[in-house]
């Protein structure tokens, strides 16, 4: 018994000791974790309890030039059901009243919701999707209905709110309104008005600390780096809404009439360089247009015939040819260096002036004249292209501006003899539609090359953060002597040239039709021809306010293909409309223009008609119109035979004036 005692002390000695060691390493790891470990627990404490939520800005509107709105942010909503949540007794409640009021509001079948509902139920699903993106109005009805209403917890409803950038004028100006978002990288993807302008719109975003409580929610708490956010700024474009519908609607129908592959459409206001409008239109697989690509800035092709201005000015401003100077076309086809050239008139124009050249679009006139001047010495005809800033880009806050290209002699693998006479009419040389806008603007504007605007104001409410003004690109790309033998020259091909199918006695307009193949080096071209038809210019031609470009590629060639054809007609809707909305008027000084004979007439009748008649007045030699007149106020009903003075009168002077009786009155001039 003594020896049994004797073990169970020593057990209880053992036990004794394990549970002192125990509460001695409690208290070391306690007094280790309080001061030499503490600030590493704390800090564990506070990542699991608290946490920094980014508080998103709301990114700023993009407006057009009267305040419509291009571009806005707005909240959208994700309804979903926790079928989880929700008491057997509400739902089979509230199952039927719920299912027909999202019928009746999303118009889907009382049945589908109903059994998309109850198979949630069934299947346990705490993230059911009912309607995706709907509006803040359309949340606030769809919290009222049966169920919902009962709350987040008892009636089982998930809201998840996401921004979305809409349009409010659509597709219309889409690439040009553009966007702005991230990649799964992480970088900005930036297009149009929204990507350029991304670091005025998009604004700060903010950065809260909040704690977490109960139920996996988080309260704000109070630190000290906290930040707001700041919402973005509002841009106000140069985008003007009612020439952006014209400018649209007039390209869709001329692509829809030849079924081209696609087109574009530039106006710009000639003395600011403000961008009106811009419509880029591309055709689907199922013969349909939207907005596929940004064609205005980037793509940079061969232009053709508009180029030739290019050419004609740099002569001019050379003085080696002048509008008189006469050049042999000859029949129609010429070779350069073993190339055909034709004019598209058969049988040749003959021996014409240059004025003339520029006005029928003659190839070989254009081509012999820079051909003879500049053989033997090419660098200075590219030269003087550049002088006018032809080589170089606009440097557009819009990416993807195409790159010009005008080839130099220097450049040994891009030149060669053919090379000059190519260029003068528009082929090896490369421009975007913006580039050879930027041209024609400048002679519409006297020759000040203005860089093309897009923006006119960024603000913060009411507040201006900055303003954007005119910025000269070139102050004289030509002298004023040259400019105003262009602009002739460019009124004349739309009144009695290539363009004279635009003409109108209402409006004036000048410019250049535009007809270049593209695709020649395609083995099926003979078969299977391809163009680019264009018509650049400006209206009114007397005193520009607008200019424009139409490019048009690839029209049906059964169809036609020529620029005047094509792209003129898009231009003149767009312009006539425009004018209609704007018609330009002359102001007379004075219209109080006073003749003696006119006076003393209408004093005579004046001195008449203060008369009290009782008798038939006589108004024999009185103009037509005045006898009427007096007549009629004195209450006689008045015939009246010829035309001009009174020469006689039916009833005789002094007889008694009835009123209602009727008088007949001989006129003659």
């Known amino acids: 018994?003594?020896?049994?005692?004797?073990?169970?002390?020593?057990?209880?000695?053992?036990?004794?000791?394990?549970?002192?060691?125990?509460?001695?390493?409690?208290?070391?790891?306690?007094?280790?974790?309080?001061?030499?470990?503490?600030?590493?627990?704390?800090?564990?404490?506070?990542?699991?309890?608290?946490?920094?939520?980014?508080?998103?800005?709301?990114?700023g509107n993009v407006y057009a030039d009267d305040g419509s709105l291009l571009a806005i942010s707005v909240p959208k909503y994700d309804i979903?059901?926790?079928?989880?949540?929700?008491?057997?007794?509400?739902?089979?409640?509230?199952?039927?009243?719920?299912?027909?009021?999202?019928?009746?509001?999303?118009?889907?079948?009382?049945?589908?919701?109903?059994?998309?509902?109850?198979?949630?139920?069934a299947t346990k699903n705490r993230y059911l999707l009912l309607e995706r993106k709907i509006s803040y109005s359309d949340y606030l009805e769809v919290k009222k209905f049966p169920l919902f209403n009962l709350g987040p917890y008892k009636g089982g409803m998930i809201t998840e709110q996401s921004t979305v950038r809409e349009h409010p004028i659509g597709k219309i100006a889409e690439r040009m309104v553009g966007y702005e978002r991230k990649d799964a990288d992480g970088h900005y993807v930036r297009v149009g008005l929204e990507g350029a302008y991304g670091e005025y719109l998009r604004g700060r975003d903010g950065r809260r600390l909040k704690q977490r409580i109960a139920k996996g929610q988080w309260k704000p708490i109070y630190d000290e780096n906290e930040i707001e956010p700041r919402d973005g700024y509002d841009v106000i474009s140069t985008i003007n809404i009612n020439i952006q519908d014209i400018a649209h609607h007039a390209l869709l129908r001329q692509l829809e009439l030849y079924e081209a592959e696609h087109g574009t459409v530039i106006v710009m206001e000639t003395k600011t360089g403000e961008i009106k409008a811009v419509s880029n239109l591309g055709r689907t697989k199922q013969g349909t247009y939207y907005e596929k690509l940004n064609y205005a800035i980037g793509e940079s092709h061969e232009p053709g015939s508009t180029f030739k201005v290019m050419a004609f000015m740099a002569a001019l401003e050379d003085k080696v040819i002048d509008t008189s100077t006469v050049v042999d076309t000859g029949n129609g086809t010429h070779y350069f260096y073993g190339k055909k050239v034709s004019?598209?008139?058969?049988?040749?124009y003959g021996k014409i002036s240059m004025g003339r050249v520029m006005e029928v679009s003659s190839n070989i006139g254009i081509a012999k004249a820079i051909e003879e001047n500049y053989k033997d010495k090419p660098a200075r005809f590219v030269e003087i292209l550049q002088r006018m800033n032809l080589d170089k880009q606009l440097d557009l806050p819009i990416i993807g501006e195409g790159k010009p290209k005008i080839p130099h002699p220097s450049d040994k693998s891009g030149w060669?003899?053919?090379?000059?006479?190519?260029?003068?009419?528009?082929?090896?040389?490369?421009?975007?539609?913006?580039q050879t806008l930027t041209f024609y603007n400048a002679i519409a504007n006297d020759g000040v090359m203005v860089k093309p605007r897009f923006i006119r104001q960024v603000k913060a409410?009411?507040?201006?953060?900055?303003?954007?003004?005119?910025?000269?690109?070139?102050?004289?790309?030509?002298?004023?002597?040259?400019?105003?033998?262009v602009q002739d020259v460019l009124k004349n091909v739309v009144e009695k040239g290539t363009g004279r199918s635009l003409y109108s006695p209402d409006?004036?307009?000048?410019?250049?039709?535009?007809?270049?193949?593209?695709?020649?080096?395609?083995?099926?071209?003979?078969?299977?021809?391809?163009?680019?038809?264009?018509?650049?210019?400006?209206?009114p031609a007397e005193n520009p306010k607008y200019s424009c470009i139409v490019i048009i590629h690839k029209p049906k060639v059964s169809t036609g293909y020529?620029?005047?054809?094509?792209?003129?007609?898009?231009?003149?809707?767009?312009?006539?409309?425009?004018?209609?909305?704007?018609?330009?008027?002359?102001?007379?000084?004075?219209?109080e223009v006073l003749q003696a004979s006119i006076e003393n007439d209408f004093q005579e009748y004046y001195?008449?008609?203060?008369?009290?008649?009782?008798?038939?007045?006589n108004v024999k030699g009185m103009s037509g119109m005045d006898a009427v007149s007096l007549l009629e106020n004195l209450g006689l009903k008045v015939k009246v035979s010829g035309n001009g003075k009174v020469k006689a009168q039916s009833l005789p002077e002094g007889e008694k004036l009835i009123k209602g009786k009727q008088i007949t009155l001989e006129l003659s001039s």
């Not at 169970?8 to 001695?24: D, E, K, S, T």
């Not at 039709?513 to 003979?526: H, L, R, S, V």
């Not at 620029?563 to 007379?588: M, R």
């Open 1 to 59: 018994m003594a020896f049994e005692d004797k073990n169970i002390l020593h057990r209880l000695y053992i036990i004794a000791g394990c549970l002192f060691l125990f509460v001695l390493a409690i208290l070391v790891k306690i007094t280790n974790i309080q001061f030499v470990e503490g600030e590493k627990y704390k800090e564990l404490a506070k990542v699991n309890t608290t946490k920094n939520f980014v508080i998103p800005s709301n990114r």
């Open 80 to 121: 979903r059901f926790d079928a989880v949540t929700v008491s057997a007794e509400n739902f089979e409640k509230n199952i039927i009243p719920l299912s027909q009021a999202l019928s009746k509001k999303f118009n889907k079948t009382v049945a589908h919701y109903e059994s998309l509902l109850r198979n949630a139920r």
């Open 343 to 348: 004019d598209s008139r058969k049988g040749g």
């Open 416 to 434: 060669s003899k053919n090379a000059l006479p190519s260029m003068s009419y528009g082929y090896g040389v490369s421009l975007t539609p913006l």
């Open 461 to 485: 409410w009411n507040k201006e953060i900055e303003t954007f003004g005119v910025e000269v690109i070139n102050p004289q790309i030509a002298s004023l002597q040259t400019i105003q033998k």
């Open 507 to 539: 409006f004036s307009m000048a410019g250049k039709t535009g007809t270049a193949q593209t695709e020649y080096w395609m083995k099926d071209f003979a078969s299977n021809r391809r163009y680019i038809s264009s018509f650049a210019g400006y209206f």
């Open 562 to 591: 020529y620029g005047a054809d094509v792209a003129g007609p898009v231009f003149k809707s767009i312009a006539q409309k425009i004018y209609i909305d704007s018609p330009t008027s002359d102001v007379i000084e004075n219209l």
């Open 607 to 617: 001195e008449l008609a203060q008369k009290n008649y009782a008798a038939i007045p």
